[in-house]
């Protein structure tokens, strides 16, 4: 079997920086990736640099042309299922779902991470007229009338203030939940109604929100707005290899990608189980990919 430097798992704007950086240092990497990254549901990408309103798949599309580039570097569209430890070598043995396996010295998670949303039926709008970040999508909701669904008061807070700067036209939707008075009055001064009801339905027409239906009957008219889901890891693959973990669910690292399990390296959304954005996961993935290479040149010299 091949051994590999490094096993890259995950090709999001992470791990393709962090491969690129690595077959830049003529190290042999394999990069698998499922398709599962979860801004694939957005019409367009905002804010990264020479990409403002790139499609998704075209970003991915242009990193992964740039790696064929490099001789060292292959890609595979596989998912990787089980990552184990060999401890007599030090190697790590990568199956994926196709029954295939691959032995490294090095890995690097860059698997992103997931939404879960207080509706289910949010996700038919979520990446065409509702979203997560500001940063994001919030020019392009400029001055609409929105919604900000979010459940817990610091949420609601944070998330309603934010967008206030992209729209003053806000309807707060907590979803069952009770609102302190003072939030209440600080968002009635600002003219931001607020509706506590549980949310019976989303209408809308392929995407592209209408309006939100409360458990009373009442149909609230709204042609967009910002949600805040949970986040979480999809998978256990840093705890499996003994990575230690904070009390926030985040992998803890050297601030440069090492995790505290030697030769396991970590970048992107993955390592806080938070959001960021295309841009910081790429200098993430460049940072690790710098801390891998400078520590195979130091074993190997
Ligand atoms: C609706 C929406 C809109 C967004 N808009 C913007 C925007 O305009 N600008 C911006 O900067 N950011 C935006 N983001 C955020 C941005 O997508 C993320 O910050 C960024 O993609 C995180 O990069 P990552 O490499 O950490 O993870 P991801 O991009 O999620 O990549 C992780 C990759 O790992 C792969 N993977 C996971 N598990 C496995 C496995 N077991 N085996 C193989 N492969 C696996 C997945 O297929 C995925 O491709 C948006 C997000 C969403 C949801």
Known sequence: MNKYDCIVIGAGPAGLSATLTLGRARRKVAIFDNGTN??????????????????????????????EAYPSLSISNETVIEVNKNVHNNLFLVNTSNNKSYITEKILLATG?????????????????????????GWELRDKPLAIIAE???????????????????IVFSNGHPLSNKVRNSFESKKIKVYTEVIKSLHGDNGYLESIELESGENILRSGGFIVPSFYRQNKFA??????????????????????????????ETEKAGPSSLMLAAADGYKAAASINLDITLDRF
């Not at 804010?47 to 042309?65: S, V, Y």
């Not at 065409?128 to 970040?133: A, G, I, N, R």
């Not at 944070?158 to 003053?168: A, D, E, G, Q, R």
Request: proline share 3%; with cysteine.
């Open 113 to 137: 991470i997931q939404e879960e949303f207080p509706l289910t039926q949010i996700r038919q709008y979520y990446g065409k007229s509702l979203f997560s970040c500001p940063y994001c999508d």
């Open 239 to 268: 705890e499996q290899l003994n990575c230690k973990v904070d009390e926030n669910g985040g992998i803890i690292t050297d601030g440069a990608g090492r995790t505290t399990a030697n030769g396991i390296y970590i970048a992107g």
């Open 152 to 170: 817990k008061d610091e949420h609601i807070v944070h998330m309603t203030k934010l967008v206030f700067n992209w729209s003053k036209d806000l």
């Open 38 to 67: 979860r801004n694939r549901v957005t019409q367009e990408s905002h804010g990264f640099l020479t990409r403002d309103g790139i499609k998704p798949q075209e970003f991915k599309n242009i990193a992964m042309k740039e790696l």
